[in-house]
């Protein structure tokens, strides 16, 4: 059985390889514009560790290990990073980002950003929260009265042209036009109401699984841009927003 309290904890836990400078300055490089460092694999291997030991019933995929998912199985969904390049050069928006995939759906999810010490945490039916407060996505119903999140993706350089067509329609549909460098913080940022839509492009599982929890228990909604859902797909242009502006977003970014 999950216990939040228990799994906060050990998202906590992972602080001393986070805040570790040697670890911090390992870097390697995956592709272009795809780096990883040591706290990355550090982190990953400290909570597949914790997670198991813990809860010996649950899988355990990480974007830094085994990363291949069965829709019919449950797992844990780490993103022991996410934002690395923020990490790297020392920007606060990157945050430990874990789901709990269960029964065909994200049950819980916790995003941590330990720069900030803000942490989030959703678990299905008992609603979403910052730092032991409960959040709401915003309630703001016109898109004119919204800030836009784009999440361009730097790894998918080769279709910039369609990035900059999104970020068009936002930036000309919207109050203005934000992107972070993590989807775990921007969509953070959507469940409290700070931002009110968002679209990550060629978004990966271990970007938006605990996201997808948070925003959902924070009365908002995320699906890809056919209105589905699926956790097992890589690569899939993700919106999300209050349930006031989604139609109107979904109707935007598809024109
Ligand atoms: C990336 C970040 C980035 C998003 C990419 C992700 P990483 O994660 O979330 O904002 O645009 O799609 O892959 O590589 O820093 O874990
Ligand atoms: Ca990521
Ligand atoms: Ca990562």
């Given at each position: ?10 998202v ?7 805040f570790?400078?040697?670890l ?33 019933d ?22 022991p ?13 990157c ?13 819980a ?15 299905k039916?008992?609603?979403a ?11 703001n ?12 993706n730097p790894y998918f ?26 989807a ?8 409290c ?60 970014i598809?024109?």
């Open positions: 059985m999950m216990n939040m309290e228990q799994l906060i904890k050990i906590k836990e992972t602080d001393s390889i986070f570790d400078e040697q911090r300055a390992d870097v390697t490089k995956k592709g272009d514009a795809d780096f990883v460092t040591r706290a990355d694999y550090e982190i990953s291997e400290y909570l597949h560790r914790r997670l198991t030991e813990t809860f010996p649950i899988g355990f995929i990480s974007e830094e290990g085994d990363t291949a998912i069965d829709e019919t199985k449950d797992y844990w969904i780490l993103d990073i996410d934002g690395t390049t923020n990490f790297m050069h020392g920007l606060s928006f945050a430990v980002s874990l789901g709990l995939y269960s029964g065909g759906d994200v049950v999810g916790v995003i941590y950003i330990p720069y900030t010490e803000e942490l989030f945490w959703a678990e039916g008992k609603g929260y910052l730092n032991g407060k409960p959040i709401r996505c915003s309630k119903k016109h898109l004119s009265d919204c800030i836009g999140i784009l999440e361009f350089k080769n279709d910039c042209r369609a990035a900059m067509d999104h970020a068009l329609k936002i930036y000309s549909s919207c109050q203005d036009i934000r992107t972070f460098g993590s775990a913080v921007e969509l953070a940022y959507i469940a109401g700070q931002a009110d839509v968002f679209l990550g492009r060629y978004l990966k599982p271990w970007d938006y699984a605990a996201g997808l929890c948070m925003i959902k228990e924070a009365g908002g909604v995320m699906t890809n841009l056919d209105g589905e859902v699926h956790i097992g797909k890589l690569n899939e242009h993700m919106v999300a927003s209050n349930a006031a502006v989604y139609e109107e977003f979904c109707a935007l598809k024109s």
